[in-house]
């Protein structure tokens, strides 16, 4: 038996499967956001019980020897810890919006232009550079007393073996630090973000990444392997390996990502290149902040429930008569396929007339041209695979098709949870057959006559965004 556990911004899981990499049994536990005026956070404590938890009630649902286990989480973030992994403060999110002043300011005075031309990260404020220069200013005695600034996945992976040194991966350490190159911390932009006297707060980067036996939670002497994080462990988890296939991840952060060997640091600085445990390998990722949590605020604004959206996206049709929604409700604005901190959400075309079925419609359609926008910088050629909560809507998987214009190799399950483990057996050279681990649930095929309609639809989405992009600017 493998075990993957991926903890995630709300929810954190364990998933066990067998030699085949059919799911076995899946344990998950809540954990909460604590959101006051931008500022968004989580208590370390609980994200952690609640990995034990799910590790306690997996292993009594799925008892057996466990082969090895792979780790996986939510990236980004600053989690400040002890020697021990023990939690400094409260971890700021990747959905923090704190530090959105600053990246105006680098924005403005080209420091953010000149990050991204060095690692190709396309900073926002929930990332760790400004998160940490934030902190500097308005909270140093938490950084003097943290012994590192580390990942989620990473404080976990400390506790979980009693390791003494906290490390980081290729993965996490992408943004923004990571000279994609030459795969270590690129000094330089530790100094033009002002961090050079916090430069020993990075964590070392563990190339490939990080393994221990676990002493807590696991088995004793259990095989556990430390990443990558949630984004391209969903890529390994979905088979997305090959130059040119794409994933797109439609859960609380809507993610494209696609395979690639060219390392592209010119055009519009966004999104992030994500190093990967094969030198000359990354991911072009565009994890843009909109997702499900769009939908979720229309649907609990509107009185709707989630079991509702399937029957009432039939109800009306394409283009919502006329409603449109530019979904980018994020407190921090939007990161993917480009970066405006201040961009808030549009709903235009409401009258009397409009129903729940035209908002809920728009709003999954306007989410639809973000993931084509995404997909589209992040230069898919190949197939496309997705994965994440949205995929239990076949009505939405269905219009996802015909407003991305191409099949969806759609992968059911604990995907991240599914490449963590494969992460976790090729890093201790067990063999697995990664095309049987990775074969999709279904395949939806897009609507030739509504993807010609879409494909139109794209084109006015991108001029209604490019609008909203110069209204937050001159706000």
């Not at 990080?210 to 696991?218: F, K, P």
């Not at 902040?289 to 649907?299: E, F, N």
Request: with cysteine; charged share 20%.
């Amino acid at each position: 038996m493998y075990v993957g556990i991926d903890v995630g911004t709300s929810m954190v899981k364990a998933a066990a499967f067998d030699d085949e990499g059919r799911q076995l049994a899946v344990a998950a536990r809540p954990v909460g956001l604590a959101l006051h005026g931008g500022v968004v956070e989580q208590d370390m404590e609980e994200v952690y019980s609640a990995v034990l938890a799910v590790l306690g009630e997996l292993a009594s649902r799925a008892p057996g020897p466990v082969a090895l286990a792979g780790l996986t989480g939510q990236g980004d973030g600053v989690w400040l810890v002890d020697g021990d992994g023990r939690p400094v403060r409260a971890a700021a999110s990747w959905m923090d919006g704190r530090a959105h002043e600053l990246v105006d300011r680098w924005l403005a005075d080209g420091t953010f232009e000149t990050v991204f031309r060095r690692t190709g990260s396309a900073m926002f404020p929930g990332c760790p550079g400004p998160l940490l220069a934030w902190l500097d200013s308005h909270e140093p005695k938490a950084l003097d007393a943290a012994r590192a600034a580390v990942y989620c996945k990473d404080m976990v992976f400390q506790r979980l073996t009693g390791r003494s040194r906290p490390t980081t991966d290729v993965s996490d350490a992408s943004m923004p630090f990571l000279d994609p190159r030459t795969r270590a911390y690129d000094n330089r932009v530790v100094e033009l973000l002002g961090l050079t006297h916090r430069r020993g707060l990075l964590a070392p980067v563990s190339d490939p990444v990080a393994t221990a036996e676990a002493r807590e939670g696991l088995p004793a002497g259990t095989r556990l392997a430390n990443g990558p994080y949630d984004l391209p462990s969903c890529a390994l988890g979905a088979g997305v390996t090959s130059p040119g296939d794409g994933l797109l991840i439609v859960g609380t952060c809507l993610a494209g990502l696609v395979a690639t060997t060219d390392l592209d640091l010119t055009g519009e600085p966004a999104g992030l290149y994500i190093s990967t445990d094969r030198p000359g390998y990354w991911l072009r990722a565009m994890p843009a902040m909109v997702g499900t949590a769009a939908l979720d605020w229309v649907l609990t604004t509107t009185g709707v429930a989630h079991e509702e959206v399937d029957a009432l996206l039939a109800e009306t049709p394409p283009g919502a008569h006329g409603v449109r929604v530019l979904p980018y409700f994020a407190p921090s604005g939007e990161r993917a396929p480009f970066v405006e901190p201040r961009l808030r959400a549009e709903l235009t075309g409401v009258s009397l007339e409009s129903t729940k079925a035209d908002l809920i419609r728009a709003t999954c359609e306007g989410i639809g041209f973000a993931a084509r926008h995404c997909l589209k910088a992040a230069g898919l050629t190949g197939t496309l695979a997705v994965c994440g909560g949205g995929t239990r809507s076949p009505a939405w998987m269905r219009l996802l098709a015909d407003v991305l214009g191409r099949p969806l190799r759609v992968i059911e399950g604990e995907v991240g949870a599914r490449g963590a483990v494969l992460a976790a057996a090729a890093r201790y050279g067990v063999a697995l057959d990664t095309t049987t681990w990775t074969e999709p649930t279904t395949v939806v095929e897009p609507d030739p006559s509504r993807a010609a309609y879409y494909a139109k639809e794209f084109e006015d989405h991108l001029e209604r965004l490019a609008q909203a992009r110069k209204r937050a600017r001159r706000d």
